[in-house]
């Protein structure tokens, strides 16, 4: 199997792995755009969300839950954090296999996320 993802979770390319179970394995991306840039990773391999089944409901819950206890023991639950699925090239995802990006951990109210030519300002809500 060519995926990156697999392999991680095969154990046959290294990773800094932050969570791991039965399911959901998640470690650090290796081109981090936040101070925590965490990947949380399904073990099945599901392309992207667009491959998503009715049967994968309980699958997809137990990640974002878990992502939700990694937000915590990081603690950016305090300060916020963002939760990004990219869906397809033009949505900007990379590698073929489902995964959810936890971003967070900056220290001022208002700053610019640059990911690609995309400018994302990160601030309040009016």
């Not at 046959?12 to 039965?22: K, S, T």
Request: aromatic share 6%; charged share 25%; with cysteine.
């Amino acid at each position: 199997m060519s995926c990156i993802f697999c392999k991680i979770i095969n154990k046959e390319m290294p990773a800094e792995i932050v969570y791991e179970d039965a399911q959901i394995i998640a470690f650090k991306d290796i081109y981090p755009v936040a101070p925590a840039h965490i990947l949380v990773v399904p073990k099945k391999h599901i392309p992207s969300v667009d491959d998503l089944e009715p049967g994968d409901k309980n699958l997809i819950g137990d990640l974002l839950l878990i992502t939700q206890k990694i937000a915590r023991q990081l603690s950016l639950a305090k300060t916020g954090y963002k939760l990004v699925f990219n869906v397809g090239r033009g949505g900007g995802q990379k590698i073929d296999h489902l995964h959810l990006h936890l971003l967070g951990g900056w220290r001022i109210k208002n700053h610019k996320l640059k990911i690609k030519n995309h400018k994302l300002k990160i601030g309040t809500c009016h």
